[in-house]
């Protein structure tokens, strides 16, 4: 049985349920195949050695995903290319290529959880009432471990930038 979180998150006040384990730093990020763009899967392995910003988001097709997500591609665009910024939806593949085309999205790489919700089980961050993800970000370290995570509490709320650049300044200060 999955692990239940009642109340862990809410959408406009109203509390919702996640589905799986709360990750914590020091944790190895558990692996996970999503959909690229092009339907070709890519794992966390794909990413190894690099540092991640993971963006977990309901919809790039809602006001505030949207505005996530163009500031993480601007501030991916300041950041050394050993530091990838990978945003994940249940949004199909073709529609975050064509959401990309639109916002001029080039920094970001958007992947899907549409087929198994497995990256959402496993990140805890799958809401049992809508089967969308939550607004969560982890930062996790060349060696796949978790450095830093953040749970937005509503889902209508930005994540605070800073505290993730600061994660990943700290991470590149390590060298």
Same mark, same amino acid.
């Given at each position: 049985m999955m692990?239940?979180?009642?109340?862990?998150?809410t959408f406009q006040g109203m509390p919702l349920t996640l589905l799986g384990p709360e990750l914590?730093?020091?944790e190895r990020a558990p692996d996970f195949t999503l959909a690229d763009n092009g339907l070709q899967p890519k794992t966390l392995g794909d990413y190894s050695g690099r540092i991640k910003i993971i963006s977990a988001l309901p919809s790039l097709d809602t006001p505030v995903c949207d505005t996530e997500t163009r500031r993480f591609n601007q501030e991916a665009a300041k950041l050394p290319g050993d530091v990838v910024v990978l945003t994940?939806?249940?949004?199909?593949?073709?529609a975050q290529k064509r959401w990309c085309a639109a916002a001029g999205i080039d920094r970001v790489v958007t992947l899907s959880d549409y087929k198994e919700r497995a990256f959402g089980s496993a990140y805890g961050? =799958?809401? +049992?009432?809508?089967?969308? =993800?939550? +607004?969560?970000i982890f930062v996790v370290d060349g060696n796949n471990v978790i450095r830093h995570t953040q749970l937005v509490p509503d889902i209508t709320m930005e994540p605070d930038y800073e505290a993730v650049l600061a994660a990943v300044r700290a991470l590149l200060q390590q060298g």
């Amino acid at each position: 049985m999955m692990e239940e979180r009642n109340g862990a998150i809410t959408f406009q006040g109203m509390p919702l349920t996640l589905l799986g384990p709360e990750l914590k730093v020091g944790e190895r990020a558990p692996d996970f195949t999503l959909a690229d763009n092009g339907l070709q899967p890519k794992t966390l392995g794909d990413y190894s050695g690099r540092i991640k910003i993971i963006s977990a988001l309901p919809s790039l097709d809602t006001p505030v995903c949207d505005t996530e997500t163009r500031r993480f591609n601007q501030e991916a665009a300041k950041l050394p290319g050993d530091v990838v910024v990978l945003t994940v939806s249940m949004d199909l593949p073709f529609a975050q290529k064509r959401w990309c085309a639109a916002a001029g999205i080039d920094r970001v790489v958007t992947l899907s959880d549409y087929k198994e919700r497995a990256f959402g089980s496993a990140y805890g961050v =799958l809401i +049992r009432e809508i089967m969308l =993800l939550a +607004r969560a970000i982890f930062v996790v370290d060349g060696n796949n471990v978790i450095r830093h995570t953040q749970l937005v509490p509503d889902i209508t709320m930005e994540p605070d930038y800073e505290a993730v650049l600061a994660a990943v300044r700290a991470l590149l200060q390590q060298g």
